[in-house]
């Protein structure tokens, strides 16, 4: 049976930090993206990582977060560092199809192979 375990979020000020972290059972992929859906909008990928350990970050979390993973435990993890009040939303860990490999950005629902149940975030002002 798969599954993607996430966990981590939490309550946070700007400027602080979080680290999520995803369990995956039942798979080892070779893609898996990080997705953020803020209240009321669409989700989108903002960090991907590929077994080879190409990383790719969308531009409004350059520099500011961290993807890595753990291939042992088959884990995924996401550094989140100076934190801002439109990184609210809910975070999801997916395995998506080798065709979206390190997209980020807006990707289609048919390109995710796997998700889970997502690790909410709030980051207050």
């Known amino acids: 049976q798969v599954q993607l375990v996430e966990s981590g979020g939490g309550s946070v000020q700007a400027g602080g930090s979080l680290r999520l972290s995803c369990a995956a059972s039942?798979?080892?992929?070779?893609?898996m993206n990080w997705f953020h859906q803020p209240p009321g909008k669409e989700r989108e990928g903002i960090a991907a990582?590929?077994?080879?350990?190409?990383?790719n970050y969308a531009d409004s979390v350059k520099g500011r977060f961290t993807i890595s993973r753990d291939f042992a435990e088959n884990t995924l993890s996401l550094e989140m560092n100076s934190l801002k009040p439109e990184d609210t939303g809910i975070y999801y860990c997916?395995?998506?199809?080798?065709?979206?490999?390190?997209?980020?950005?807006?990707?289609?629902?048919?390109?995710?192979?796997?998700w889970g149940q997502g690790t909410q975030v709030i980051v207050s002002s």
């Open positions: 990582i590929r077994r080879n350990g190409g990383v």
């Open positions: 039942g798979i080892k992929p070779d893609c």
């Open positions: 997916e395995q998506v199809y080798v065709s979206s490999c390190l997209r980020v950005g807006p990707i289609r629902s048919t390109e995710v192979a796997y």
